[in-house]
């Protein structure tokens, strides 16, 4: 299923179904998306606090099911990422979401949304910049790009001329998955894990040392689940390597014993996650990846 394409003058409903944000960067958020030319309309609870979350989860999850029932709204957008997604899991309506098909956005702590979304669905999701992101040029560009005009084919690729590097063969073609490595590794063993079998699996992080980026990883090899994988995508993982490694593996040498030896085409250096700038790439989509030049083909529109 898609959600209808995303034009001037629409209603973009903003939800915070994680950690909280200050009010002042929600009301500066809603500005900038006023400015572009959206309609806006706020989730009743988005200002709540409950310790590190933002709001009771029955109030974060009743905001995410009244913008799937709003006929006036046409795309859901996240506020923020954080902690307190994956909580929300066992409260949400699937059948709710199936009947009222939208465009839903957002990354980090959304991953697991993003993916159960499309898993319970068959809805294509977007890991793109939320509310609180930084919209650069480019970074607005592949927003606004994908939500509006993916009805057509077209292909996504690192933008300002960053380079990509590939691995393991130069084509892979298979769905699209994934997200927030940390996220990916929270919910398996649970009904909400990642389907990745036969699938292209991205992968980002933020601030997590080498160490821990090699336990994650060597935790989804010994569930299996990387040894599933059609192909990996390597996306940004920012702040997550040392300036002297004295005692410590390199990144570089992490995926290359973790992720490179399972000899299946690899994708790196993608720019998506959490800095930028930031690549919207569609979660559930049929993708044909030429690793060698950096481009990722859409094989079907993302919205209709």
């Not at 699937?94 to 957002?106: L, Q, R």
């Not at 080498?210 to 989804?220: E, F, G, Q, V, W």
């Not at 490179?260 to 919207?280: A, D």
Request: hydrophobic residues 35%.
């Amino acid at each position: 299923m898609l959600g209808k394409k995303l034009e001037k003058g629409d209603t973009i409903g903003i939800v915070s179904p994680s950690s909280s944000e200050e009010p002042k960067k929600i009301e500066e958020s809603i500005k900038f998306l006023q400015n572009l030319g959206f309609n806006v309309k706020s989730g009743k609870h988005i200002y709540d606090r409950w310790g590190y979350l933002a709001g009771k989860d029955k109030d974060r999850v009743q905001d995410l099911m009244d913008m799937f029932l709003d006929k006036e709204v046409n795309t859901i957008l996240c506020i923020r990422g954080g902690y307190g997604a994956m909580r929300l899991l066992p409260l949400i309506d699937f059948d709710i979401i199936e009947k009222n098909p939208k465009i839903f956005a957002g990354f980090s702590d959304i991953t697991t949304l993003l993916n159960n979304i499309y898993q319970e669905c068959n809805l294509i999701t977007f890991h793109s910049p939320m509310c609180n992101s930084q919209f650069d040029s480019s970074t607005l560009k592949s927003f606004l790009d994908t939500l509006m005009f993916g009805y057509n084919l077209f292909t996504i690729e690192n933008t300002d001329n960053i380079p990509t590097d590939y691995f393991n063969g130069e084509y892979v073609k298979g769905e699209l998955v994934g997200g927030n490595l940390s996220l990916i590794c929270s919910t398996l063993g649970t009904p909400y894990a990642i389907n990745t079998k036969d699938k292209i699996l991205f992968m980002e992080e933020v601030e997590e040392e080498p160490y821990k980026i090699d336990r994650m990883l060597t935790h989804l090899s010994l569930s299996g689940i990387l040894q599933q994988c059609r192909g990996f995508i390597i996306g940004q993982f920012k702040g997550c390597e040392f300036s002297k490694y004295k005692e410590s593996l390199t990144l570089s040498e992490i995926f290359e014993d973790r992720i490179l030896s399972l000899r299946k085409p690899t994708l790196t250096n993608f720019q998506s996650g959490h800095s930028y700038p930031k690549i919207t790439i569609p979660i559930g989509a049929e993708v044909e990846i030429d690793l060698k030049n950096g481009k990722i083909h859409l094989s079907e529109p993302v919205v209709r």
